[in-house]
């Protein structure tokens, strides 16, 4: 059964930090790109941060580029998104997804609050 269970959200204030991680199972971790997206409310989802299967290529939306960092750790099946500087415009459910091809996998989302 494939899972993605990300943790590490919360509330937090203006200019602080988060690390975000997303657990994987059930599918072949290291043959797929991962990704990071968010959806504060009442907008679309939009994608943050991706990294390649082997971790040695990534890329950030322009928002976020100089606070935020992704990783993996494909012997732990793990992927995170440090988070450092966070804005309130940062605030969004944070969602994993795993992609190949055709084949996507999506996680249940960890809310990240900013606020004073």
């Known amino acids: 059964q494939v899972q993605l269970v990300e943790s590490g959200g919360g509330l937090v204030q203006p200019g602080g930090s988060l690390r975000l991680s997303c657990a994987a199972s059930?599918?072949?971790?290291?043959?797929?790109?991962m990704s990071w997206y968010r959806q504060a409310p009442g907008k679309e989802r939009e994608w943050v941060a991706s990294?390649?299967?082997?971790?040695?290529?990534?890329n950030l939306v322009d928002s976020v580029k100089g606070r935020f960092t992704i990783s993996r750790d494909n012997a732990k099946n793990t992927v995170s998104l440090q988070m450092n500087n966070l804005k309130p415009e940062d605030t969004a459910v944070y969602f994993c997804?795993?992609?190949?091809?055709?084949?996507?996998?999506w996680g249940q989302g960890t809310q990240v609050t900013v606020s004073s």
């Open positions: 059930g599918f072949t971790f290291n043959s797929y790109g």
């Open positions: 997804k795993a992609s190949r091809g055709s084949t996507v996998y």
């Open positions: 990294i390649s299967t082997t971790g040695s290529s990534s």
